[in-house]
């Protein structure tokens, strides 16, 4: 029995290999686990009201794209936040959380060839691991990008060959960056943009964390492509309520670009998507449409990064992130201070290396450990202040 080459290089997912790498050590105190991005904020009031007058939908098949309220709750939502106008019948779709619409998108629009010749999906690296599954999915080469200190911790397209870029079908692009917290700014997306333009590929930009920022809120991908006049099938944008309202299991999230772009995206999840149950459409459809739950949340995030700043003040080569809610720490070795902030403190860190991949110049997230500030502000102050003492202080 024969088995598909293009994964075997994969190696094991993130938390199972935090698991196999403390397997052996002994909690040095009580465990705070700050490894895993899952928003403990409180979520909207009123989705368990909602939930309970919905329920009589679970028996009904449930519409793939999403009920028409919901897209048009989202496209509303987008207006406001971005000043982009969608239409709610061709330009979105309704998603059971948004890596189902990064890896979905890449398989339903990446060519078989470009230029007569394999194609490329740029991915930066480090990165939210789902991109380089996508386009060995997509018979793709995953072509790793390095973004660091050197870069803004954005990946710099513009410095691959062009002979890469002329075969690039697909730029991935998260901002607020996981796991860096960078943003790309309107400059940014404007180079982007014209780059994809000269050689012809898309912009999938991954913004799950566009609500959580230290001070203005990120440009959009769509904002930017409407400002420069760029066509609507150049980018494809992912968004998703587990970061913004609190409600990651709720698994909502949503893609949109042109219609083009949606048509084909469409006709792939019809065969082999998962929709949303009806009655969490009917919940989505409310959290999109209220902003006062993201105030409040993001009022606490904002204490958060104020909270990290201060612990970490001294700390020589500390950035703390503009965006998104994780820390990503400069250390020695991911690895060892992992083990060494769970052996001696308890505290559960990811290494760096585990979110990158070994290019020619080394694992990029190889000297960084990432902090997820999840947890309620007594408990982060204790794990950070622990994690400081531990790591930083002779």
């Known amino acids: 029995m024969t088995f598909p080459e293009r994964f075997a290089g994969l190696p094991d997912y993130a938390f199972p290999r935090l698991r196999k790498l403390l397997a052996a050590s002994q909690p040095g105190g009580e465990v705070i686990d700050m490894t895993i991005g899952e928003p403990r904020h409180a979520m909207p009031g009123f989705v368990a009201e909602v939930l309970a007058a919905n329920t009589d939908g679970f028996a009904k098949y449930p519409p793939n794209e999403g009920t028409p309220e919901l897209r048009a709750a989202i496209c509303d939502w987008v207006e406001r936040r971005y000043g ?35 194609p490329a999906i740029l991915v930066p690296n480090p990165f939210y691991q789902v991109y ?50 960078a943003v790309a700014d309107m400059g940014y997306w404007r180079d982007l943009l014209a780059l994809a333009e000269r ?42 309520l587990s970061k913004r309202s609190n409600l990651p299991g709720l698994r909502s999230g949503f893609v949109a670009s042109g219609p083009e772009c949606m048509l084909r995206i469409r006709q792939l999840r019809a065969y082999a998507g998962a929709p949303l149950p009806l009655p969490l459409q009917r919940v989505a459809e409310r959290v999109w449409a209220d902003e006062a739950h993201v105030e409040a949340s993001l009022a606490l995030y904002q204490q958060k990064f104020r909270l990290a700043d201060a612990i970490f003040s001294g700390v020589r080569n500390y950035v703390g992130p503009e965006g998104g809610f994780f820390l990503w720490l400069p250390v020695e070795d991911g690895e060892a201070a992992a083990i060494k902030a769970y052996e001696q403190t308890g505290v559960r860190v990811l290494p760096g290396a585990y979110l990158g991949r070994d290019e020619e110049g080394g694992n990029p997230g190889k000297g960084y450990i990432r902090v997820a500030m999840v947890a309620d502000l007594d408990e982060l102050q204790r794990g950070l202040t622990l994690l400081r003492d531990c790591i930083y202080k002779e």
């Open 84 to 118: 982009v106008a969608l239409d709610p019948e061709s330009q979105v779709m309704a998603l059971n959380g948004t890596r189902e619409g990064l890896f979905g998108a890449a398989i339903a629009l990446c060519p078989e060839t470009k230029g007569g010749k394999k």
């Open 132 to 181: 380089a599954v996508a386009a060995l999915t997509a018979a793709a080469d995953p072509i790793f990008v390095p973004a660091t200190t050197e870069t803004g911790f954005l990946p710099d397209y513009a410095a691959i060959p062009a002979e890469i870029l002329d075969r690039t079908a697909i730029a991935y692009v998260c901002s607020p960056s996981n796991p860096q917290g």
């Open 199 to 240: 050689h012809d590929f898309r912009i999938f930009a991954d913004e799950c964390y566009s609500e959580i920022y230290r001070t203005a809120p990120p440009t959009g991908a769509l904002q930017a492509a409407k400002e420069v006049g760029a066509d609507p099938e150049r980018v494809v944008i992912f968004h998703s």
